[in-house]
């Protein structure tokens, strides 16, 4: 069963979402704003997108110890009961075809055993064991209930009706047969891995440690005990012991292309992109049609500006996944920050063909259009966003942008003021504001929010500008030239000599 870690690219998402989920602070100097749980937002300068989560694979089908009572039919003598032999001979050869992979005929063979045997407890579970390969899960769970009615010790039986419960997300019987296997086997570490697996879903991550560490204890050889252990302690943010279990689970089975995904996923959050690359290359070597793979990659590419190589990822994933909205929404974003509006307005449109709910997808593609220069779609698209998600301040702001291109500056003001009673820690929504009142004459307003953005400690050059100009209008001559010197110090230091030459205008102007 392939399900979602906790945390890469969730859903990175990295998938299966409707939205790109898991999007962290982008690179610029702007914040990631919150939409809803899994949605995080950026604003319209943000150059990269963050990870995904990537997907999560459940601990191994227990295949070697599943017959505690095996040896013992086999001691049984032969010469009194010659039908003994004769099942264990035909459930031996179901246990071969099982083994390898062919479940129809292994249960031509169990049925065989049963027939010649019906208390055998092992044949029952066995043939569960294949039907539920073969996603026949109501026989599988007939024959589990068989095998434990039978032996009501069988502590294997209880694992794999476990899991069984567990695939079918009825995690409450799923933990009581787990406890039931620890009860009657306290050794087995599996089970240990699945209670970890259920707390840790249900949002108990030191209780989910605690099962881990059992498992990792009991078991120091089990890959599968480190790999969700680090599953964990992602979840809990402690990197360094995540990389270490995923390291120790790689040695253990470097086969494992969720490992390296989700080892590459924990480096990416630390900073550490080429290490994330190399992770989730040899992911891709393991599965060149992993699409978690290069949806992940896809991220430390922007991380490392490579654009391009990133777009390449997400066409590979479209390939894969023709229907994978976050692909759609994500390469729009990389389109976006290229200035490729067109293709991205042509994403950010896919994902709402695909997801007509998406929020996210509004904002972004109305960021599109306001960079297009369009403003009346973008209005359009920061109100269908807005509808969706009443309180998401950015959609406020950069609506009030649109308003202003157009001179409509009563809802331009109205917008700004929404943003920032939304976010009381919004410096461009009051910069904005700031310029609006600046252009309709109140000084003192566009004073009072240049003021603030300044005290904030944010080195805005603009900023310091138009406080300059504010205050040569209101007649404080002094103020103005240390705001205008302020400003063309750090024109200057950003290189940006037309705005540096406005600075030195006005000042002569003093």
Do not use: C
């Not at 995904?52 to 009194?80: G, T």
């Not at 296997?181 to 209780?207: C, F, H, K, V």
């Amino acid at each position: 069963m392939n399900r979602f870690a906790l945390l890469l690219l969730s859903t990175f998402a990295f998938f299966g979402s409707t939205t790109a989920t898991g999007m962290a602070q982008s690179v610029a100097t702007t914040e990631a704003e919150t939409f809803e749980e899994e949605t995080l937002f950026q604003d319209t300068d943000a150059e990269a997108p963050a990870e995904a989560q990537p997907a999560f694979i459940e601990p191994v089908l227990p295949e070697e110890d599943i017959l505690p009572d095996q040896e013992a039919a086999e001691d049984e003598p032969a010469a009194e009961e010659p039908v003994t032999e004769n099942y264990l001979d035909r459930f031996n050869e179901g246990l071969e075809d099982y083994q390898d992979g062919n479940d129809e005929a292994a249960i031509e063979e169990f049925n065989a055993a049963i027939n010649l045997k019906p208390d055998f407890a092992p044949s029952y579970l066995f043939r569960g064991a294949a039907f539920a390969r073969l996603e026949n899960t109501e026989a599988a769970l007939n024959d589990y209930n068989q095998a434990i009615s039978i032996d009501a010790n069988y502590s294997t039986a209880y694992l794999n009706r476990g899991i069984l419960y567990y695939d079918l997300g009825r995690t409450d019987l799923a933990t009581t047969d787990f406890e039931r296997t620890i009860a009657t086997d306290p050794e087995s570490a599996n089970a240990y891995i699945y209670l970890g697996l259920i707390a840790s879903e249900q949002g108990n991550q030191q209780i989910a440690l605690e099962y881990l560490n059992d498992a990792v204890r009991l078991d120091p050889s089990n890959a599968s005990a480190y790999f969700h252990r680090g599953l964990v302690f992602k979840a809990l943010n402690s990197p360094e012991s995540a990389i270490s279990d995923f390291t120790q689970s790689i040695e253990l089975d470097d086969n494992n292309a969720a490992t390296f995904i989700n080892r590459g996923a924990t480096y990416y959050t630390i900073g550490d992109t080429r290490e994330a690359l190399q992770d989730f290359n040899e992911a891709i070597d393991i599965d060149e049609d992993n699409v978690e793979a290069y949806y992940n990659r896809s991220f430390a590419l922007i991380s490392e500006a490579r654009p391009q190589a990133a777009v390449a990822d997400l066409n590979q994933v479209l390939t894969l996944e023709p229907g994978n909205a976050d692909a759609y929404l994500v390469r729009g974003q990389v389109f976006a920050s290229s200035s490729n509006t067109a293709d991205a307005i042509n994403d950010f449109s896919k994902v709402l063909a695909l997801s007509p709910d998406s929020a996210e997808a509004y904002y972004r593609r109305g960021n599109a259009y306001l960079e297009a220069g369009e403003q009346q779609a973008a209005i359009s698209d920061y109100t269908a966003a807005l509808a969706l998600e009443p309180e998401h301040a950015p959609s406020y702001k950069y609506r009030g942008d649109a308003f202003a291109d157009l001179g409509d500056s009563f809802s331009a003001l109205s917008d700004y003021s929404t943003a920032i009673n939304l976010n009381s820690a919004y410096w461009s929504a009051y910069a904005s504001r700031g310029r609006m009142h600046y252009d309709s004459g109140d000084y003192q307003s566009a004073y009072t929010d240049f003021s603030a953005v300044i005290a904030a400690n944010v080195l805005d050059a603009d900023v310091f500008y138009y406080r300059g100009i504010t205050n040569a209008r209101m007649g404080n001559r002094r103020a103005a030239v240390t705001d205008l010197e302020k400003a063309g110090s750090l024109y200057l230091t950003n290189n940006e000599a037309n705005r540096y030459r406005l600075v030195l205008d006005a000042l002569n102007k003093l």
